[in-house]
């Protein structure tokens, strides 16, 4: 009698257990391990198999990007330490490299906090693949690193 009482009980525990499984603990997996390997980091050094500085944090993140990944997006990170890593970056300023992100902050209507101030001195280093491009580019007075990329 006792037996079967205990393997009602158990039979009881794993039909609760087995749906709140699936449809709680697995999902919340799935996206805790997608958020990881998505984040904009990844995203930048997946892209263009490029290494971003480790102690950043997230300012701001505009994208126009559509089902097959083509747009524009510029992200803004703070950036703690590590200045070696702009070691060879340019350091003259480019007309051109201004419009072109201007041109990006324009499509993605970026407010005034996150626009970079040129007049401050920046270093940059521009990539490109095929006809898409990112510009990195590290205003060091307020320590913030920009993206710049476009997908055509």
């Not at 200045?83 to 990006?104: L, N, P």
């Not at 407010?111 to 521009?126: A, H, L, S, T």
């Amino acid at each position: 009698m006792f037996k079967k009482e205990r393997r009602s009980w158990i039979i009881l525990i794993c039909v609760i257990m087995v749906p709140v499984f699936c449809f709680v603990i697995a999902p919340l997996l799935i996206y805790g391990i997608g958020h990881f390997w998505s984040s904009t980091e990844k995203v930048y050094e997946v892209n263009w198999n490029i290494t971003l500085p480790d102690d950043m944090d997230l300012l701001d993140d505009r994208k126009t990007e559509s089902f097959r990944g083509d747009g524009v997006r510029h992200t803004v990170y703070s950036v703690h330490g590590k200045e070696d890593y702009f070691q060879d970056f340019r350091t003259s300023g480019s007309a051109e490299i201004e419009k072109v992100c201007f041109d990006v902050l324009a499509d993605l209507q970026v407010e005034e906090p996150y626009i970079p101030d040129f007049k401050m001195g920046y270093v940059w280093k521009k990539y490109t693949k095929y006809s898409d491009f990112l510009i990195v580019l590290y205003i060091p007075d307020k320590s913030e690193l920009h993206l710049f990329q476009q997908f055509i």
